[in-house]
């Protein structure tokens, strides 16, 4: 297993990850699939502050994880919402924890001092969400802090987004400025 920062040629593998989320789940909200261009294209415009890493297992990308910004107003600047995804044959092998744990390393090391998990869910699971994703953010240390309800349409049903937050570090008076 192999942890390293993404590359722009990655985006094709990346975005075989991520496609049959898009198709087959609500764990993402969006609709259809973005193109190898767009995906690129968001990659980038994350790369350019905020680590993205991709986990390789016999030199195959087998998932990977990012750090983006959780709102855009400066006080905001030492927060993140984070992502992960796994290809669908990964899970449960240990690779989300391993990813989400050098993510948070970097993120601390670059002074980001809160991490945001935004998680499609139902109270009761269906065939497009289950209370995976909640349960591997409660074992990494996140902790539930916010419901949305009904704030996602997939699948000809609602689906409500809850928000779990993690801190990195302490929040002292002047925190040390952001890499």
Not at 11 to 21: D, E, F
Not at 50 to 69: R, S
Not at 100 to 125: G, I, M, P, Q, S
Request: net charge negative; charged share 25%; hydrophobic share 35%.
């Amino acid at each position: 297993m192999l942890i390293r920062s993404a590359k722009m040629e990655d985006a094709p593998a990346l975005l075989g990850i991520y496609t049959p989320y898009v198709r087959e789940t609500a764990v993402t909200f969006e609709y259809d699939v973005p193109t190898e261009a767009e995906f690129a294209r968001r990659m980038a415009d994350t790369m350019q502050k905020y680590p993205y890493l991709v986990l390789e297992d016999g030199g195959e990308a087998v998932g990977y994880a990012y750090a983006g910004a959780f709102k855009a107003r400066a006080a905001y600047g030492w927060a993140v919402e984070t992502t992960i995804y796994l290809r669908q044959d990964a899970h449960g092998k240990g690779y989300g924890r391993a990813l989400y744990t050098a993510l948070e390393e970097e993120l601390k090391r670059r002074h980001f001092l809160n991490a945001y998990a935004c998680v499609t869910w139902l109270d009761e699971e269906d065939e497009y969400v289950t209370h995976s994703s909640p349960r591997f953010h409660e074992r990494m240390g996140y902790r539930r802090c916010g419901t949305f309800r009904k704030c996602g349409y997939k699948f000809g049903r609602w689906y409500d987004m809850i928000w779990m937050e993690k801190w990195l570090g302490s929040h002292g008076p002047a925190p040390a400025p952001v890499e």
